[in-house]
């Protein structure tokens, strides 16, 4: 995973914690929901990107190139 995805990644974590706690004080259950599809969206995004590096590192070793 890229330097660049982890940030982004971590950018819509906190953008989604922020949205789900604003929801939260405000009542709004609307924000709320939004702000756990943003950190449900960034986890499945992580964990894709943990897939795709495994998969490198899995090819890196049976050609050689590790």
Request: net charge negative; aromatic share 4%.
């Amino acid at each position: 995973m890229g330097i660049q995805d982890k940030f982004e990644n971590k950018a819509e974590e906190f953008k989604g914690r922020a949205k789900e706690a604003a929801g939260a004080a405000t009542g709004d259950e609307d924000l709320k929901n939004e702000g756990q599809g943003d950190q449900a969206s960034s986890a499945l995004k992580k964990g894709a990107e943990k897939v795709k590096d495994k998969a490198n590192e899995i090819a890196g070793k049976l050609t050689g190139d590790d």
